[in-house]
Nanobody, 120 residues
Framework: QVQLVESGGDLVQPGGSLRLSCAAS????????MYWYRQAPGKERELVAS????????NYPASVKGRFTISRDNAKNTVNLQMNSLKPEDTAVYYC?????????????WGQGTQVTVSS
């Protein structure tokens, strides 16, 4: 059974940091590209970070570039999102997403999400 389980969401003050984790199981994690998305109330889901299955290709939108860092540990089947200098506009539910396996990337899996609230 495929599972993506996010953790680490919390209430944090502006300027603070959080580290989100996503634990994967039920598929060959090392052959999947991994993504973090977020969705704020009343807004569309947006991509905030991606990492290739090889672990050496990254992508960030301008809104988080320089503040967020994605990483993966294929030995532990986990993908992490380090979020620094958090802003109120980063408040959202954050979702882990897996797309693979190589080479056709036909499968797509989602986690249940973890809430991040940035507020004083």
């Amino acid at each position: 059974q495929v599972q993506l389980v996010e953790s680490g969401g919390d209430l944090v003050q502006p300027g603070g940091s959080l580290r989100l984790s996503c634990a994967a199981s039920g598929f060959t994690f090392s052959t999947y590209n991994m993504y973090w998305y977020r969705q704020a109330p009343g807004k569309e889901r947006e991509l905030v970070a991606s990492i290739s299955w090889t672990g050496n290709v990254f992508n960030y939108p301008a809104s988080v570039k320089g503040r967020f860092t994605i990483s993966r540990d294929n030995a532990k089947n986990t993908v992490n999102l380090q979020m620094n200098s958090l802003k109120p506009e980063d408040t959202a539910v954050y979702y882990c997403n897996a797309v693979g396996p190589v080479p056709n990337f036909l499968n797509k899996y989602w986690g249940q999400g973890t809430q991040v609230t940035v507020s004083s």
